[in-house]
């Protein structure tokens, strides 16, 4: 099967993106939301996660305290590095797993730090950006989230710059216009990706 491997800088639409491919008929694998899953309550990656920072980073309601994690993990790389030993290979055995069972004429697997970890280049055959310029990151990331520019600006210097991604990619989505714009960019992307399909299948 085809794969692509979808990434893109934090608040460039990555998730918009995906969920047209999927609507296209694509099969979809996201790694944020295997990575969800895995440090749900009860999970035994929860409580590895709770032994390994402190109750503190656990609510009330048992959930994990996602945003004080992120903020931890955004100021101090020891505490990055650990956290991502912990979840990268688990995540990563999740995905392989479920690529097994995918449906659809080509998969497209969404790694938010695909260029940053490198764990992924193995299964991909090519790596489509989706790309917008920093201000529009900027501005979407915060109208989603409770995060202020500062703090957005700080995840972006933890991620590979925008010049990087777009020279290393087969592919770029751009995602500078509204939704429809996305969308059609998007469509003209999934004949190419059939016809590719078709291809590697003969």
Do not use: W
């Amino acid at each position: 099967m085809l794969v692509i491997g979808l990434t893109g800088g934090i608040g460039s639409g990555k998730s918009s993106a995906a969920r047209i491919f999927a609507a296209l008929g694509a099969a979809v694998i996201d790694t944020d939301e295997i990575a969800h899953r895995l440090t749900a309550k009860g999970t035994p990656t929860l409580t590895a996660i709770i032994e390994e920072f402190g109750t503190s980073y656990q609510l009330p309601d048992g959930n994990l305290d996602r945003a004080s994690l992120r903020k931890r993990v955004f100021s101090d790389q020891a505490a990055k590095a650990k956290l991502e030993a912990l979840l990268h290979p688990l995540i990563k055995q999740q995905v392989i797993a479920e690529m097994k069972g995918a449906q659809g004429p080509y998969l497209v697997l969404v790694i938010p730090l695909f260029f940053e970890t490198g764990a992924y280049f193995d299964l991909v055959n090519r790596r489509l950006v989706v790309d917008c310029d920093e201000n529009q990151q900027i501005a979407r990331t915060m109208s989603r989230s409770k995060l202020s520019a500062e703090e957005v600006r700080s995840i972006m210097a933890h991620q590979t710059p925008r010049a990087e991604r777009i020279k290393q990619a087969d592919d770029i989505l751009s995602n500078m216009g509204n939704h429809a714009d996305l969308e059609k960019h998007a469509q003209e992307l999934h004949q190419h990706y059939l016809t590719l399909a078709l291809q590697q299948q003969s």
